[in-house]
């Protein structure tokens, strides 16, 4: 009897439960292979983890589904009724309620100094994103401030030369650039001690450009290429997150799956595959035909006709360097060099549990508020020096909902990085110290009940000790995860949207001469194989979808 095609899927994550779900579920097809999940780590998921801290359901990993129309996601999550729960979690109000900007100091900050840059920071990455252009954008009110200030950037731009090799970066300062010009002759503030109203707004801006880091995972945002910002796609309708948790969409995908077909602790070391000719691989009983070989930590190996590759762009980096020999012989260089160019970042999230004395959690009445912190840079001789570097680069510090005690901070780059090395303690006294700077101490009512913190406004040495006590700590490492080594990628200057599409080359292509007879040895799927969709859930899950549905034409069964 003839062997059942073997495929061997590493990665238990979105893309490549999706793809078993799909290999095992279609029509035809359940009888025709021979089915593995392999997972280096101890749980299912991959970078979608979904924990509890303080009572309160999080997520360690992805959070959002980034709009509901059309999204597979949120179609998964509906059927499955996994947007209901009776249990408090992560984001369950949404953005909740308008945040508060307050600057280094203490001062708060009010429209009329904040909403001008959001605006001009909206309307730049508006144009950025293909969202508005020349054409589109309006002239009139207040518009033409921000739109001038846009067009003005696009133009010094493409005077230079085009936007080849520009980033998003440099377009941004150049709008914020054009956007001082515009408006000139201004009064200065009052009531805000050393800062003037150009270093508030350069830091409200900054503020945003920090926000946008944990969007793109891009540590700088001078890396991030400005073409291919225009090709990446948003689902219309309102972001959510999911109320059972974004692990529930993964046990979804692998309910449909027989025992044993996912193996965890698996983590492999090498595939050694055949792009040239075909040679019967040597085993305990004789030869195998089979033309992968996929070798294990442990020592153990496995053969495979088809494996689907669903690793971090991240660990494909690590595995393809000069001095790494995941693959062997080494994927070729149209691929490596792919890989290479593309930008993958760490972003990380910081919980943290507080309660007005340290003594007691909060009560209903106690709220802590949703804060945009507005720093001096770091080089700056006006910054609080108590502040820690790495936390002059989160732009916020809010409850997961309203009135949790539970808080929450996103880093990303180096500072994510930073994060990761950092004890509980540290961290404490890092947030603590920030917080001093802004938030007096609170103050008693004839009841003995605490009221919500107020603002220094200016008055920092009086928020020393604001009453504000920080409890548990829980942070993700994505950054030093082996598994992971990152959290997403993104398009980085030097590299194009094409660069995704050849991560998502299969090897050896079919119609090569390389693939006469084992084609499709190699395939690829994650988020970073999607050039519309990368760095999501949804673009992963499509991934997958891909390269099931490429094994399943190759072999033409029914029900693609």
């Not at 299912?44 to 009572?55: A, D, L, Q, V």
């Not at 993964?250 to 996912?262: F, K, M």
């Not at 930008?343 to 508020?369: C, M």
């Amino acid at each position: 009897m003839a062997k059942k095609p073997r495929i061997v899927i590493i990665g238990a994550g979105m893309a490549g439960l999706t793809a078993a779900n799909k290999l095992y579920t279609s029509t035809g097809s359940d009888h025709l292979f021979e089915l593995v999940v392999v997972e280096g780590g101890d749980r299912i998921g991959g970078r979608i983890n979904t924990s509890e801290f303080c009572g309160d359901r999080i997520e360690m990993g992805a959070t959002w589904i980034h709009g509901i129309g059309g999204s597979p996601v949120h179609q998964i999550a509906r059927e499955i009724h996994a947007l209901e729960s009776d249990k408090p979690w992560e984001c369950m109000d949404g953005f909740s309620g308008e945040p508060k900007t307050i600057a280094e100091g203490g001062f708060e900050l009010n429209a009329s100094i904040v909403d001008p840059i959001s605006t001009l920071f909206k309307n730049l990455m508006d144009f950025a994103q293909g969202k508005l252009t020349e054409d589109s954008a309006g002239s009139g009110g207040d518009a033409c401030y921000y739109n001038f200030a846009a067009k003005a950037a696009l133009k010094d731009c493409t005077s230079n030369g085009g936007f080849g090799n520009q980033s998003v970066g440099a377009f941004l300062r150049r709008g914020l650039g054009a956007y001082w010009d515009s408006c000139k002759d201004r009064e200065e503030l009052n009531g805000y001690g050393k800062w003037s109203r150009k270093l508030l707004e350069e830091a409200v801006f900054a503020m945003h450009e920090n926000t946008q880091r944990t969007y793109t995972s891009a540590g700088d945002l001078f890396n991030l290429d400005y073409e291919a910002e225009s090709e990446y796609r948003m689902f219309p309708g309102e972001e959510i997150t999911i109320s059972k948790g974004y692990l529930s969409i993964i046990e979804y995908l692998a309910s449909a799956l027989p025992p044993g077909v996912i193996q965890l602790g698996r983590k492999v070391t090498r595939i050694e595959w055949q792009p040239e000719g075909h040679k019967s691989i040597q085993v305990p009983n004789g030869y195998d035909s089979r033309p992968v070989k996929i070798e294990f930590c442990d020592g153990s190996f496995m053969l495979a006709d088809h494996v689907i590759v669903t690793v971090s762009l991240g660990v494909l980096k690590s595995g393809t360097g000069q001095d790494s020999g995941m693959f062997n012989p080494p994927l070729p260089p149209f691929k490596t060099e792919a890989i290479s160019r593309l930008g993958y970042g760490v972003v990380n999230k910081l919980f943290l549990q507080w309660s007005p004395n340290g003594n007691r959690p909060a009560n209903d009445k106690e709220k802590f508020p949703s804060l945009q912190i507005v720093f001096h840079p770091p080089e700056s001789e006006l910054r609080h020096e108590k502040i820690p570097g790495w936390m002059r680069r989160t732009a916020s510090l809010s409850p997961i909902y309203n009135n949790s005690s539970v808080l929450l901070s996103w880093f990303a780059g180096k500072e994510a990085l930073e994060l990761e090395t950092l004890s509980d303690e540290e961290i404490i006294n890092g947030v603590s110290a920030t917080v001093s700077g802004l938030l007096p101490v609170s103050k008693h009512n004839k009841e003995d009940k605490y009221n919500s913190p107020e603002f220094c406004n200016g008055n920092v040495e009086s928020c020393d000790d604001n009453g504000v006590r920080f409890g548990k700590v829980l942070k993700s490492k994505w950054g030093s995860d082996p598994l992971f080594l990152g959290s997403y990628s993104y398009v980085a200057v030097g590299s194009s949207g094409a660069d995704l599409d050849t991560m998502a080359e299969p090897l050896p292509k079919l119609g090569s001469t390389d693939s006469d007879h084992h084609p499709l040895q190699i395939l690829f799927a994650g988020e970073a194989t999607h050039r519309t969709h990368y760095s999501t859930t949804h673009g992963a899950y499509f991934s997958g979808l891909r390269e099931a549905n490429r094994l399943l034409k190759h072999y033409r069964c029914v029900g693609i």
